[in-house]
């Protein structure tokens, strides 16, 4: 069924307009429906828009901060790689360090290792008797294996005196056999430490230190303390002395506990004090290294670096007063050390000999070196 013709008037212009509205009933339903799914997917759109451009944004802030992370640990991982490799290069130049020190000990006496001065990191070897120079490593045995040019065969010549001969000397054979031995040697330890380096042997060497560590133990805990101490031998097989008469007066004699605890009390205030002093000495010390060193201008009592120096102890002292001790030991002290040095060479007295106490050799080490100093003062004007 169509529905009625409906007159609509125009309030632009003013003339009526007929609008034939010729739609179907049930077609209207149908549009609302349109028309609110599309309006449905315009919002679902826009909310995904809206989402997605968060979501862009918080991948974008979570991206940067992963890269600036990832940056940070390439950072830390190159700098532990370099620094791992500068211990590497230190490690081989100790080892080098160690091996040309080692096979200087083992060079004859002439030759010497010298570093190549024009191409630095090679070494060769110097005789310091005839000049010589070789780069290869010489033995202990003047003897060389030399090939004869017309028979092809090898002969032995002696360096030092001339000499030749077919048949291998006796230095020669052991120089050799020691060659061999140190290259066995040198081998064995490279295998070694190869199969240190496997995570296989280095977890069965663990564990058989561990098994010999529980062992040693339980070993020793068996022992007793004395045993132990003394390497087998008990304490109750050792003979008791019987103690004199003297020593059990001594023994019976009161202990006067509040004088060995004023005793206690006084060795620990000593303590105190000299350890204060350490201190003290300590502090004067750092600031007059400091005032060497240009970073203070100068010390607590007024002295700059002009007028400090090193002593031959390598400590750090007035001018003024190691001038002063120099004067006062050559006024006082110089002519009575000449008199024992002079004393004890006249005695043919060596090693360490104290002078005076009760041995005699030192009464007569100090008479004889006051006889000397006394005639020397006496004839000194």
């Known amino acids: 069924m169509f529905l009625p013709y409906h007159m609509v008037s125009s309030t632009a212009a003013g003339v009526p307009e007929t609008r034939l509205n010729c739609r179907l009933p049930h077609r209207a339903p149908a549009r609302v429906q349109r028309v609110q799914r599309v309006q449905g997917l315009q919002i679902s759109a826009s909310a995904a828009f809206c989402a997605a451009c968060a979501f862009a944004v918080r991948n974008g802030d979570q991206r940067i901060a992963l890269r600036q992370s990832a940056q940070t640990n390439i950072d ?109 040697q040198d081998v064995l330890q490279d295998t070694l430490q190869d199969a240190i380096q496997d995570p296989v042997v280095q977890e069965d060497l663990r564990v058989e230190a561990s098994r010999e560590a529980e062992t040693t133990a339980s070993s020793s805990s068996r022992k007793g303390a004395a045993t132990r101490l003394m390497a087998g031998v008990s304490i109750l097989d050792v003979p008791e002395e019987p103690l004199t008469d003297s020593e059990i007066e001594i023994a019976k004699q009161p202990v006067d506990e509040a004088a060995l605890r004023k005793d206690a009390e006084d060795s620990q205030e000593r303590l105190k004090i000299l350890s204060e002093e350490a201190a003290r000495r300590r502090e004067v010390m750092k600031v007059r290294r400091q005032v060497m ?64 106490g009760r041995s005699k050799e030192g009464k007569e080490l100090y008479m004889e070196a006051k006889k000397i100093y006394q005639s020397r003062t006496k004839s000194d004007p």
């Open 293 to 356: 060193k240009g970073l203070r201008e100068k010390t607590s009592g007024g002295l700059t670096k002009d007028d400090l120096m090193v002593n031959k102890h390598g400590k750090i002292v007035s001018k003024k007063q190691h001038e002063r001790g120099l004067k006062m030991f050559s006024r006082y002290l110089s002519s009575w050390v000449d008199a024992v040095q002079s004393a004890r060479s006249k005695l043919s007295i060596l090693g360490f000999r104290p002078i005076g």
């Open 76 to 184: 830390h991982h190159d700098r532990f790689e370099t620094l791992k490799a500068q211990q590497e290069k230190v490690r081989q130049r100790v080892a080098e360090k160690k091996a040309r020190r080692d096979q200087e000990n083992d060079l004859p006496p002439p030759w010497r290792i010298v570093a190549h001065p024009s191409e630095p990191g090679q070494w060769y070897y110097y005789n310091e008797d005839t000049g010589e120079t070789s780069w290869e490593r010489p033995g202990s045995s003047p003897w060389r294996q030399v090939e004869d040019p017309s028979t092809g065969q090898f002969y032995y010549y002696n360096q030092a005196t001339g000499e030749t001969s077919w048949e291998a000397p006796k230095e020669q054979e052991n120089a050799e056999e020691k060659d061999a031995v140190d290259e066995t």
